[in-house]
């Protein structure tokens, strides 16, 4: 077992909308630890108006990520003697997005921007239709098979320098998303993908910086997947002229 | 100045540089037009600040300037690759170190020959 | 800000400009051996229908690779947009295409 007496020294981000600031909790140290646990237990049992968000507590929701020592981690899978620096842990919403109260930000604009670049199922056929056979192996698919599974935890949105410094940026989550849909043999309208990626908060706004790819706690790397989409639209200007 | 933690990795660095080199590089371009066009109107003012050049604060600047010009260079060549041709990482790091392998010896050869 | 065309305009010119640089920079090392002077740069370039047509393409090329870098970097800074990040992106791609113009023609006629 533990050492009872040992305590974190944790800051937490307290305020709503624009304002606010960190306040200090002690909070008892355990041998296993995630940070999720950490805020939970100063929400029960020190400061019980805490607002923060989580739901499976499993790394499957995406619900919880938060700042953690100023990197976005999805705070259920992240264990505290990992990201510990010097006894200290400082946890504030996810960057890029407003904030609504201490730790919940707004994911609105996230799943906006999602949908904005196409993340929404068109299918081509009708449930009349024979159910389409996509072959496990078929190209395509395993270049989809890559980003299907991110959680929407907006870790990458919140990593990304290029969202802070241009408010129409889709983002990674969302570029990625419009990527496995260009892959997807049931998606019959690839230029319609490509086009909702090619205005003017599109996919060639990204520089590049591979944080998305960095601190996506899937492993995903939605960095690769923008860069397939240049590619794609690179060639369908050329093809198209324009 | 601390860099943020959510920065601390080559990729974001190697942007920075290459952002940075970009608008220092765009910034001199004005003044290099400038200078160039003197033959045209004035050749001896040229000639006066192309004899600036042996001082040894110039020459750090020229050498600045050759180095930026450079890094912005590789820098695009990089983003280029990375963009335009689907390879895997292994076979892009073998690319990188490979091109940059052939700078160090070239390099090394130029500055035996000058 | 960059739609594809900006995309396209951009990393186009980063081709063209690509072997450019490389002849620049050896040029440079060459010409720096033993000091510059204005004869001698003129002397290489002045009636070079060459020098003219290789430093021409720079020009333009850069024009354009420099006018949509700095349009980015300022969009990024300030949140710049809409008329005025069009008119600052088409002003600063033709102050340097004149002024480089203005050197082309300076050390390749006259
Ligand atoms: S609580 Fe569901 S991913 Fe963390």
């Given at each position: 077992?533990?050492?009872?007496?040992?305590?974190?020294?944790?800051?937490?981000?307290?305020?709503?909308?624009?304002?606010?600031?960190?306040?200090?909790?002690?909070?008892?140290?355990?041998?296993?630890?995630?940070?999720?646990?950490?805020?939970?237990?100063?929400?029960?049992?020190?400061?019980?108006?805490?607002?923060?968000?989580?739901?499976?507590?499993?790394?499957?929701?995406?619900?919880?990520?938060?700042?953690?020592?100023?990197?976005?981690?999805?705070?259920?899978?992240?264990?505290?003697?990992?990201?510990?620096?010097?006894?200290?842990?400082?946890?504030?919403?996810?960057?890029?997005?407003?904030?609504?109260?201490?730790?919940?930000?707004?994911?609105?604009?996230?799943?906006?921007?999602?949908?904005?670049?196409?993340?929404?199922h068109r299918p081509s056929r009708s449930r009349n239709d024979p159910i389409q056979q996509v072959p496990p192996d078929d190209p395509g698919r395993v270049e989809a098979n890559k980003g299907i599974e991110c959680i929407n935890c907006s870790v990458c949105y919140a990593a990304c320098d290029t969202v802070a410094g241009n408010p129409d940026y889709l983002g990674p989550a969302a570029l990625q998303r419009a990527w496995t849909l260009y892959n997807d043999a049931k998606v019959e309208d690839r230029q319609a993908v490509l086009d909702s990626v090619s205005g003017a908060g599109g996919c060639h706004n990204c520089h590049s910086q591979g944080s998305c790819t960095r601190f996506c706690p899937n492993e995903l790397d939605p960095l690769s997947a923008i860069a397939g989409l240049k590619r794609a639209s690179a060639r369908s200007f050329f093809r198209r002229g324009e | 100045m601390m860099l943020k933690a959510h920065r601390n990795h080559p990729l974001w660095l190697a942007y920075m540089l290459h952002r940075l080199s970009g608008l220092a590089l765009a910034l001199f371009l004005p003044v290099h037009f400038h200078v160039l066009s003197l033959a045209l109107t004035r050749p001896e003012s040229l000639d006066r600040f192309l004899g600036l050049a042996d001082n040894p604060g110039v020459k750090l600047a020229e050498f600045g300037l050759v180095f930026l010009l450079a890094v912005h260079f590789f820098g695009g060549l990089r983003l280029l690759a990375l963009e335009f041709l689907p390879w895997s990482a292994r076979q892009k790091t073998l690319a990188a170190a490979s091109i940059a392998g052939a700078f160090l010896i070239s390099g090394a050869f130029l500055l035996q020959a000058v | 800000m960059l739609n594809i065309r900006l995309y396209m305009a951009q990393r186009l010119s980063a081709m063209v400009m690509a072997p450019l640089v490389l002849g620049h920079i050896a040029v440079m090392i060459y010409a720096v051996q033993g000091g510059l002077s204005t004869a001698e740069i003129l002397g290489r370039t002045q009636g070079s229908v060459w020098w003219f047509l290789f430093y021409g393409s720079f020009v333009l090329a850069v024009s354009v690779h420099a006018a949509i870098g700095l349009r980015v970097i300022l969009h990024e800074m300030t949140g710049l947009r809409g008329r005025w990040l069009e008119v600052f992106t088409c002003g600063i791609g033709v102050l340097l295409l004149i002024m480089g113009a203005r050197a082309v023609l300076a050390v390749t006629f006259a």
């Open positions: 077992m533990s050492d009872r007496s040992k305590l974190l020294e944790v800051s937490v981000w307290r305020g709503t909308g624009d304002e606010g600031a960190y306040e200090t909790f002690q909070v008892p140290a355990r041998d296993n630890q995630t940070v999720l646990d950490v805020v939970s237990w100063i929400q029960q049992s020190a400061d019980p108006s805490l607002t923060y968000r989580y739901a499976c507590r499993v790394g499957m929701c995406g619900s919880c990520a938060m700042m953690v020592n100023g990197v976005p981690r999805w705070t259920c899978r992240t264990h505290v003697k990992r990201v510990l620096r010097d006894g200290a842990l400082q946890v504030g919403p996810l960057r890029n997005l407003p904030v609504i109260k201490d730790l919940a930000a707004d994911m609105d604009p996230f799943f906006d921007k999602w949908i904005r670049a196409g993340g929404v | - | -």
